[in-house]
């Protein structure tokens, strides 16, 4: 057998099991949306409780404001629907660098402990799909 490709084998390979079946396809769908779903929720929930511990005098305006919005095809978001007032609240804004008020940093914390729990979030759902699927 050459390397130059002028004498090929054919291969076959045939899958079969739970996990190659018609309803996996769909559990695939299903997982990933859930993934993304339990972690926008986990951001959201993380937002308020940072912004819950940090607000000197709290309206609710802001806390209201902070949504999410999916999942959808595998996408999550969580956002202060456009908040005027977002960016200075979150440190990001331009008036942060021209006052004392530095900004909670609520989306940033948020996002760095996402990252953090979104492995063993995903294992664990993974595991219960796999296991639904028999596999």
Known sequence: MSTDGGD????????SGPLFSPAAATALDDMRDEIAGRLAAEGRRRVLATLDSSLRNPTGAYRRRVTQYGPVSGQARIHDQQAIYGPWLNGTGSRNATTRFKGYGHFRKTYEALQQAARPLAQQIVAEYVAELGG
């Open 8 to 15: 090929l084998m054919p291969v076959k390979v045939t899958v």
